[in-house]
């Protein structure tokens, strides 16, 4: 297994960009799908982005939420994992958390938690307006 922690909030304004960061432990990271998952105040905690590692290439997905805003990276090599936000917007103010699934329930690509396996233990992320 790997145990992600998260690192990188902070307060940021309305338009403003902001990266976190997500290092994992353990020796078969790679084998894992990566996800970042986020928890805005009175809300369900709501799938943000994944990320695959083929081999050969990454593969990212994204909820339809931050499409376009959001980039979700990974560095198998040295076990971390980054969501870039740019155009940030004050409903994207939450806790975010970085999430490992081994990918043998295949709901993880829908961001069904119960296909994440480890979690971390979240950074907040606050945008004013």
């Known amino acids: 297994q790997v145990q992600p922690v998260e690192s990188g909030g902070g307060v940021v304004q309305a338009g403003g960009s902001l990266r976190l960061s997500c290092a994992a432990s353990?020796?078969?990271?790679?084998?894992?799908?990566m996800g970042w998952f986020r928890q805005a105040p009175g809300k369900e905690r709501e799938f943000v982005a994944a990320i695959r590692d083929g081999g050969s290439a990454y593969y990212p997905f994204y909820a339809d939420s931050v499409k376009g805003r959001f980039t979700i990276s990974r560095d198998s090599a040295k076990n971390m994992v980054y969501l870039q936000m740019n155009s940030l917007k004050p409903e994207d103010t939450g806790v975010y958390y970085c999430?490992?699934?081994?990918?043998?329930?295949?709901?993880?690509?829908?961001?069904?938690?119960?296909?994440?396996?480890?979690w971390g233990q979240g950074t907040q992320v606050t945008v004013s307006s």
């Open positions: 999430a490992a699934s081994n990918g043998r329930d295949s709901a993880w690509v829908h961001g069904r938690e119960h296909a994440y396996d480890c």
């Open positions: 353990g020796r078969t990271f790679s084998n894992y799908i």
